[in-house]
């Protein structure tokens, strides 16, 4: 017992120039002269780039004003009152004002069911997902086409916005799941004609872009269809993102497939299960933990993606607000600077947060891995 | 006992009916048919639709539009081009405008995605933390929209000819463009061209025979020296003892605009710049995969064998790394030609914009142009990953 005390009592303190902030700086920016010269390249351009944008959104920026007049003046930074202005416009495009609270309870609803699901530690997760997956879509088209209930008929030719922008990503998301995890197995199936209509439509689908799958969705399909025959030029939009997620999902999900043991397949097919029960059971759960990153950047690609619709005549978040850019009304020369900026951040902070996300339940999940 | 019953006997065939039922192959075989009829009825319905819709309007289909006049005009062009050429002049402008862009971003988005990728990874906290901002903040706003902000917000708003930024080294940045300094070459140039031509040949020849040296006898030659002496060097040498025949034309304002040198157009500058710095933040996250999936033991065992830092990174670290970087690296270069596309947002004359946009719009025929298009990225999309599989092939690990 003496003799610990002892060697306690003797234990010295680090040496000074190893723990606290002054040696974290010599360690990580000053370690070398070149390592010094980078840091100070670093700092000359965090100043810059820090400098150049508080200046622009803050300092030289408008924050009140009717129209574009209050930004024209010389070295006009961002210019506020145009996104205040056409704030609405952003959020639901042209959908009547008088039923915008429809919209809004769609949000509203959707939130509801999302956070708690998303949300690890809150029970009574299988409910939840009914209500997401099923009950939830089916009240969200009734009240945002309307048309029954007494609600009045919103055509999708007037939505737009984040609106248009959330839905076409959801349905997408939800619509291209299911597909892609059917032609991920149609790939992996030892059924040869099977194996070579999904092979034949991932690897089409994957080596075109997709501006021209929305090409031929809003020029061809109407050719292919019988005449008489009209579909909604948002459908088709829907449809054409959906295929083209589809693919790309099938590619990861099929990573996921081939990194499952041999020995998990036979277990199954050994315990008598049949192929539905086998794949839904043991290995689908199995292999879709493995690629929830990739799952995820599929759908951050997908939400980006979301943004090309506008080149086929609809009018998204980016494109209502390219739309209102061409205002003359709001005519500056920082206008459209100020427009690409609020609709960039939009984006950014739902991509970053999905990212953010997955990062998150990726460590949960991989909690029994780690021994 | 070995009498079998009528009511046994149906139970039995009754059963072999239900086990034929269960047999996998009868069941595959069924799947099957049952998908091909499927298939095969959707696209007899389709083509049949299309072909009478296509009646209905009067549209005559085939390719014989392809050699009639266009009738309008394209802003860039890499070969002759003007408004009494064919269509199918007009495709061939847009197929390589398309491999223009594509071919000069890859190269841009390559070298920026490696030293952002490297910079995510370096001791320096700041630099690192710097690197990551850029990564996170470019991957996560959509191409179509920074495309937007460079063209219409960055490049549409420059000042008009007369008040151009100048540019270091004679060139200037206005709203129609950069213009830059063209080279003209003089009597005697050729020469110049021919000698760095065999410069290159000869340093090939170099490196191949160094290399076979180096297995048998372990001594080393100074490859790199000897091949920039002969490719930079000589052709320097000469082109100065011959008097420099090369001249730069300068871009010098005339009236309301400038006049000789070249010009980059706006909306070229404007793709280009968004699908590099959009690509890079992607290339440079596969890049730092890549180098922290070699493991540290290797990077270890070099120093420890007496290679410096860089050389250790140069010859044990980075050809690892290249294995785990490859093939996402192909894909990011598919996807920088795919998105390539989106040129017609912003009125580059590309394919999608010259061929799927006004040649279609001029002439209505929908499924041939579209067609065409898709097949012309399917191949490029073929053929790049065929070159990136056959380059992976060769980079990949020799196992026993």
Redesign the interface.
């Known amino acids: 017992m003496v003799a610990d005390t002892d060697v306690a009592a003797n234990i010295e303190a680090p040496p000074r120039n190893t723990v606290g902030p002054i040696a974290w700086i010599r360690s990580?920016?000053l370690?070398s002269w070149s390592?010094a010269l980078?840091?100070v390249i670093?700092?000359y351009?965090?100043y810059q780039v820090a400098s150049a944008l508080i200046h622009w959104g803050l300092i030289s920026a408008t924050f009140t004003g009717a129209d574009g007049s209050v930004c024209t003046r010389e070295g006009a930074g961002a210019c506020w009152p145009f996104i205040s202005a056409k704030f609405a416009q952003f959020m639901y495009g042209r959908y009547p004002e008088a039923e915008r609270w429809r919209v809004d309870l769609v949000y509203l609803l959707a939130l509801a069911g999302l956070v708690p699901l998303m949300i690890p530690r809150v029970p009574g997760k299988f409910w939840n997902a009914i209500y997401v997956f099923v009950i939830f879509p089916i009240i969200a088209f009734f009240l945002l086409v309307g048309g029954v209930f007494g609600l009045l008929h919103v055509d999708t030719a007037l939505w737009g916005g984040l609106l248009v922008t959330l839905v076409v990503a959801t349905v997408g998301i939800a619509g291209s799941f299911p597909l892609g995890i059917l032609l991920a197995l149609g790939r992996r199936s030892?059924?040869?004609?099977?194996r070579w209509?999904s092979v034949g439509f991932i690897e089409?689908v994957?080596?075109?872009?997709?501006?021209?799958v929305l090409?031929?969705a809003s020029?061809?399909l109407?050719?292919?269809?019988?005449?008489g025959v009209t579909f909604d030029k948002l459908l088709r939009a829907l449809i054409g993102v959906a295929l083209f997620a589809a693919a790309y999902l099938a590619e990861v999900i099929r990573g996921g497939l081939q990194a499952i043991p041999r020995g998990q397949f036979e277990a199954a097919e050994a315990l008598g299960l049949s192929y539905g029960k086998k794949m839904g059971l043991i290995i689908l759960p199995q292999a879709l933990k493995l690629v929830i990153p990739g799952i995820v950047n599929t759908f951050?690609g997908l939400f980006?993606?979301?943004?090309?619709v506008?080149?086929i005549g609809l009018f998204d978040l980016?494109g209502i607000v390219?739309l209102n850019?061409a205002d003359s009304k709001w005519f500056s020369?920082t206008t459209?600077?100020t427009g690409?900026v609020f609709?960039?951040f939009v984006?950014?902070i739902f991509?970053?947060g999905m990212?953010r996300y997955s990062q998150m339940i990726e460590r949960r999940l991989a909690a029994g891995d780690r021994r | 006992m070995a009498v079998v019953t009528g009511d046994q006997g149906r139970a039995r065939s009754h059963h072999a009916q239900a086990a034929f039922l269960y047999r996998p192959e009868v069941r595959?075989a069924i799947?099957?048919v049952v998908?091909?009829v499927l298939?095969v009825a959707l696209f007899y319905m389709?083509i049949h639709?299309?072909a009478?819709?296509?009646r209905?309007q009067n549209i005559a289909s085939g390719f014989a539009f392809v050699d009639r006049t266009a009738g309008f005009d394209v802003s860039q062009s890499l070969i002759d081009f003007n408004s009494s050429m064919t269509y199918g002049r007009a495709f061939l402008v847009g197929l390589l405008n398309t491999l223009l862009v594509a071919g000069l971003g890859i190269v841009v988005a390559t070298i920026l995605g490696f030293v952002i990728g490297i910079a995510r990874l370096?001791?320096?906290?700041?630099?690192a933390r710097?690197a990551a901002v850029y990564v996170?903040?470019v991957?996560?706003?959509?191409?179509?929209?920074?495309l937007?902000?460079w063209y219409?917000?960055?490049l549409?708003?420059l000042p008009p000819p007369r008040q151009s930024l100048s540019v270091p080294g004679g060139g200037f940045l206005n709203v129609r463009g950069l213009y830059l300094p063209s080279p003209v070459p003089e009597a005697g140039f050729d020469l110049v061209a021919l000698i760095m031509l065999i410069g290159i040949a000869t340093s090939i020849a170099l490196y191949v025979w160094a290399g076979r040296r180096q297995r048998l006898t372990g001594q080393q030659f100074p490859v790199f020296w000897t091949s920039m002496g002969l490719i930079v060097g000589l052709p320097l040498l000469v082109h100065v003892l011959l008097g420099s025949p090369m001249s730069f034309e300068y871009p010098e304002l005339k009236g309301f605009n400038f006049q000789g040198g070249m010009v980059l157009q706006p909306e070229f500058l404007a793709l280009l710049l968004g699908l590099s710095i959009y690509t890079a933040s992607f290339i440079a996250e596969i890049v730092r995969a890549g180098i922290q999936g070699v493991s540290k033991g290797q990077k270890e065992a070099a120093l420890a064998i007496g290679l410096t830092h860089g050389q250790s990174l140069r010859l044990v670290v980075i050809p690892q790394a290249m294995r785990i970087i490859i093939p996402p690296l192909t894909s990011q270069f598919l996807n920088l030609t795919?998105?390539s596309?989106?040129a017609?947002?912003i009125g580059y004359p590309d394919l999608?914009s010259v061929w799927?946009g006004t040649v279609?719009n001029q002439t209505g025929q929908?499924?041939e142009v579209?067609l065409v298009?898709?097949c012309v990225?399917?191949a490029i999309?073929?053929i790049t990953s065929a070159f990136m599989n056959w380059f992976n092939r060769r980079m990949a690990l020799v196992e026993r």
């Open positions: 990580n920016l370690s390592n980078l840091t670093g700092l351009l965090t030892k059924m040869p004609i099977v209509v089409f994957r080596g075109v872009p997709l501006i021209t090409f031929m020029v061809m109407p050719l292919f269809l019988p005449p951050i980006k993606d979301t943004s090309l506008l080149i980016l390219q850019n020369p459209a600077m690409y609709a960039g984006f950014w991509c970053f990212s | 595959q799947y099957q998908l091909v298939l389709l639709n299309t009478s819709n296509l209905k370096s001791t320096n906290w700041l630099i710097l996170e903040v991957r996560n706003i959509p191409l179509l929209l920074q937007f902000f219409f917000a960055v549409k708003a795919k998105n596309s989106l017609v947002a999608v799927s279609l929908a499924v579209i298009t898709m990225f399917l999309s073929l």
